[in-house]
């Protein structure tokens, strides 16, 4: 079913990197999240309403919520397929993220206002007629609400869509509200004790925490989350690929919506080859990245010394001691400038993400083991930090 609705709505389906494939993706999603969410709200509302049901009227509210969360994602996709234009040079694609925003701040509310209207019942107890239609639509219900959370998953997985996976998340939860629902019509027709009112306040409980999970996805992006360890490595591994880089540091990489990649590179490469040689391989690597993953990717040239054995051997005795300090340091970009009375090693030094010693006091760490391997030796140290990085060749001269 899920296959025939993509084969039938999305034209060029397979092709989910191009933009208008995406968008087409999005609004089928989101109209056929409308068309069921508004049938089952309906549905649940009218019988909710006939038989006096709070819990039953809060799951269709939620329901409705779901609808309006479907029109707000379906516009945020057409604004996002947006080409880029002068006054957004990057393009719209992050609208998706404050699509997913409001979403999640919608679903607070009306979170909030079924808590109220629940307890409101449990403090204003009325009686509750229940019968086999109210049963029957909360099957349906459930059966539906299922699907509909495949359908989204499956969607979501496809175009890697934060939006559509939250559409899921809280489709998936509604399953669970609307099943508590049906316990407790049954154990009322069973037992006949009232426990409408309580049974909305947890249905309501189960809507809170699906707003404050999507917005905890929605959040990461838009603050700006470390890329996924996998995607990072692969860039990596194949910026190392071509013959010629020796290493790369200071990998960066700039998300500007789902798929929207903008990243800058440090390659280092043999100082004796022909600098234009080095430059055209450079341009090769980035209109590879460009063609083959869609990554707008800047590489720095960074040439360095592979043929003088005293700065290899000076090197090779630099890295040992920063990984003495700690082995989570790394270090790049070595010189070494020599004088009458003294030597200067220069190098950077990268420090993990919320590393805990000031960078100070490593950089005096450093230079007091400098200075005991040989007095004359002076470091000069620049501190980076690591923002994406997984992995770093160890070059051999």
Known sequence: MINFIIKLFIKDYENVSDPGVRESYGTTSSI??????????????????????????????????????????????????????????????????????ILGVAI?????????????????????TYSSAMIIVL??????????????????????????????????????????VLLSVIISKITGIEIDGYMGVLVAVFILYSGVDILRDILNPILGEMPASDFIEKIEKKILSYEGIINIHDLVVHNYGPNRYFATVHAEVDAKEDILKSHDMIDNIERDFARDLDINLVIHLDPIITSDNEINQLRCITGKIVKSIDDKLSMHDFRVVRGETHTNLIFDVVIPVGYEIKSSELIEQIEKAVKEENENYYAVVTIDKNYVSTYMNDPKF
Do not use: C, Q
């Open 108 to 128: 607070l509310l009306v979170g909030v206002e079924l808590i109220k209207s629940s307890f409101n019942k449990i403090m204003n107890p009325e009686v509750t």
């Open 32 to 101: 056929v999240g409308i068309i069921v969410n508004v049938l089952l709200s309906l549905s649940k509302i009218v019988i909710g309403t006939i038989f006096n049901s709070i819990a039953v009227m809060a799951d269709g509210v939620n329901n409705l919520s779901d609808a309006g969360s479907s029109v707000i994602t379906l516009v945020g996709f057409k604004i996002s397929g947006k080409p880029a234009d002068e006054g957004h040079p990057f393009g719209h694609a992050r609208i998706e993220y404050l699509t997913g925003l």
């Open 139 to 180: 099957v349906i219900s459930i059966i539906m609400k299922f699907w509909i959370s495949y359908f989204y998953k499956k969607i979501a997985d496809k175009i890697s869509s934060a939006t559509i996976k939250a559409a899921s998340t809280d489709s998936r939860n509604d399953v669970i509200s609307t099943s508590v």
